[in-house]
């Protein structure tokens, strides 16, 4: 089925389609997945990204800017919508930054690099190289559509409720679970839909979660007519059948079309996770973060990049797994920080390694709102930030508190330890240092073997 519709879209962009494939046999296009849960850090990566590859300032860790080979980058058109990067970095360099709305639709980035070649051959035959990256940006939630695509209808309902009856999901539910009690055979699916969405909607907002399917029900601008809902096999059969058409109909026309024109072709992916918010919500929301970081990491296929699959279907090389926004804590709390993405992300990565790929852990931050100071108290040294608070919007000191270095226990999450602010963006500057922490040494995990 999804062979078929690869070949379908194969066929619809053809022009295009065949000057990148020219771009692939000589390995100069290169497709990066940046995923992450909602709210978890793309926009802003993708933004800073471009910002210093633009001219590869502040990039010491990237092997061709330290070399001094790296020329510099430019966008270039797309087909469809293009990443609003002018509109993002300008009300980043405005007077008072503001951090990019939450993303409600697909755009395209592409971006071209120049470097000079290394090795004999290379700088005989070809000494300025070229690449180009290609990056999409989309709002998190619809990641979590993707793992629907090996689901049939009685699985899809059979797990969401599993899901929605147990808590916290559960102190949320009574609306549905009123309207799946009062089903009559003249219920129809469009209402059932519309009281899920509410639900859906509770479930991210009041509780903060992050499992939620159909992960479109819930963004702005969706449509309840294209969404479905789980029904028991108790369920008037008319209405069952009518929602398993419905699931069907969402999964080829709005799923698929995703996964195989975006996910299924990528080269190497960055995986955004926020810690911060995680802990900040305790013990059943981090492991729902968790589950859901596993189930969007299952929706991917990882293997071995040869030639042919590099032809029609690419699959992941490279993951990187990064705990985003670290500049929320101080320098000291970072190798914590890293320990316990790789605690969470464990089974994800080993599954990763095991397909062959190669596998890194950073925590960073795109675009850093803090500093790190060092201040006393009653006679004890303690590691701070400096930032301008999201909520009071004033530069303060604090002491943020600290990330345990293993899953938190018991007693972390009853003591409430775990308080983490957010912080308004500083102004972007060109030609600044210190904006950002250790994102070159991501773009050298991910892309620096192809800038030599
Ligand atoms: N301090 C700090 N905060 C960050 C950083 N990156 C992101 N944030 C915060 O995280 C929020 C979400 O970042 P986005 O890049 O918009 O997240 P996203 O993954 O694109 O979210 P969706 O579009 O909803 O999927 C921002 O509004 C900031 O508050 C960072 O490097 N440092
Ligand atoms: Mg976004």
């Given amino acids: 089925m999804l062979g078929l519709d690869r070949l379908g879209g194969f066929v619809r962009d053809l022009p295009g389609e065949v000057a990148e494939l020219g771009d692939r046999l000589v390995d100069r296009h290169l497709r990066l997945a940046v995923t992450g849960l909602r709210r978890s850090g793309k926009t802003v990566f993708t933004t800073a990204l471009v910002h210093h590859l633009l001219d590869g300032h502040d990039l010491a860790f990237v092997g061709a800017v330290h070399e001094g080979r790296y020329r510099g980058a430019r ?34 980035l592409k971006l071209e690099l120049r470097f ?24 998190g939630e619809w990641l979590l559509d993707l793992p629907l695509l090996e689901m049939d209808y009685p699985t899809f309902s059979e797990t969401a409720a599993q899901r929605d009856r147990v808590e916290p999901r559960a102190a949320v539910a009574g609306e549905w679970r009123a309207a799946l009690a009062g089903l009559s055979p003249t219920t129809t699916p469009a209402e059932l839909v519309e009281v899920y969405r509410r639900y859906l909607g509770r ?15 819930v963004t702005a601008g969706a449509d309840p007519a294209t969404g479905f809902a789980p029904l028991p096999d108790a369920a008037p059969a008319e209405l069952r059948r009518a929602m398993a058409a419905r699931f069907e109909t969402y999964k080829r026309q709005v799923v698929e079309p995703f996964y195989t024109d975006h996910f299924s072709r990528f080269d190497r992916q960055i995986v955004l996770v926020d810690l911060f918010h995680t802990l900040n919500r305790g013990r059943a929301h981090f492991a729902d973060s968790r589950d859901a970081l596993e189930t969007i990491l299952e929706s991917f296929r990882y293997g071995t990049n040869s030639l042919l699959a590099r032809l ?34 464990a089974p994800a990565r080993r599954k990763a390694r095991f397909a062959g790929l190669e596998t890194d852990v950073l ?10 100071v060092r201040t006393e108290h009653q006679g004890q040294l303690l590691s701070c930030v400096r930032g301008r608070l999201a909520d009071e919007g004033r530069e303060t000191v604090l002491f943020p508190g600290e990330i345990p270095g293993d899953l938190p226990d018991d007693e972390d999450w009853r003591s409430g330890r775990f308080r983490f602010r957010d912080f308004e963006p500083r102004r972007l500057e060109p030609g600044v240092k210190g904006q950002h922490l250790r994102l070159d040494q991501a773009i050298e995990f991910l892309i620096g073997d192809k800038l030599r």
């Fill in 312 to 345: 029609f279907r690419p699959s992941i090389e490279k993951l990187l797994f990064a705990a985003s926004k670290a500049d929320h804590v101080a320098a000291n709390q970072h190798a914590n920080l890293k320990q316990l993405l790789e605690l969470m992300i």
């Fill in 203 to 217: 479930v991210q907002n009041e509780l903060g979660l992050s499992l939620v399917q159909p992960g479109r029900l």
């Fill in 363 to 372: 925590a960073l931050a795109a675009l850093r709102a803090t500093d790190t």
């Fill in 75 to 108: 966008l270039l058109p797309v087909r469809g919508p293009a990443f609003p990067y002018a509109t993002f970095h300008r009300t980043l360099m405005a007077d008072r930054p503001t951090w990019p709305d939450a993303t409600d639709r697909l755009t395209v």
């Fill in 116 to 139: 000079r070649t290394t090795g004999l051959v290379q700088r005989l035959m070809a000494p300025n190289g070229s690449l180009i990256l290609e990056i999409i940006d989309y709002p």
